[in-house]
């Protein structure tokens, strides 16, 4: 068996006797669809119609409020977002953690103590802030 691919033929060709056959790549085929299928799943897109907010507009909408978070796992957040950026996290698992956060144009950025910081992308939608987390998942901050 062979398997050969030239310029204007992307999909590889596999030879078995000197024979070229696409039916040996449809399994392939299919196991790689089915991978990205699954990681679609889990990137889901913004609200059509949200915008997106300036730093200043993420800062109004978190200074001195308190946030509940419903996870599509079934978990829960309480975020407590301070104006002097420091925030506070309490999950439903018994997580408690504390750091600090920071708006950018399009964007929320937190430091959780002894952790990395990190930035998510944000957007506006019917009154309601929409993080996008590293999963991919789109969480809403719902005022408690």
């Known amino acids: 068996m062979t398997c050969s691919a030239g310029l204007s033929n992307t999909l590889p060709v596999f030879t078995f006797n000197g024979a070229e056959t696409m ?4 399994p392939v085929l ?3 669809g089915l991978a990205f299928a699954s990681l679609a799943a889990h990137s889901q897109q913004f609200p059509e119609g949200a915008s997106t907010p300036t730093a200043t507009e993420v800062k109004q909408y978190l200074a001195d409020k308190v946030f ?7 978990n829960s957040w309480r975020l407590e977002y301070k104006s002097n950026g420091y925030f506070y996290v309490n999950t439903n698992t018994g997580f ?3 750091g600090q956060w920071q ?3 399009g964007r929320l950025c937190a430091q959780l103590k002894d952790r990395d910081r990190t930035c998510s992308d944000v957007r506006l939608h019917q009154d309601l802030l929409h993080v996008k987390r590293a999963s991919g998942e789109i969480i809403q901050y719902a005022q408690n």
């Open 30 to 32: 299919v196991g790689v």
């Open 68 to 74: 509940k978070v419903k996870l599509e796992d079934g």
């Open 103 to 105: 708006a950018e144009d």
């Open 96 to 98: 408690n953690g504390s």
């Open 23 to 26: 039916e040996s790549t449809i």
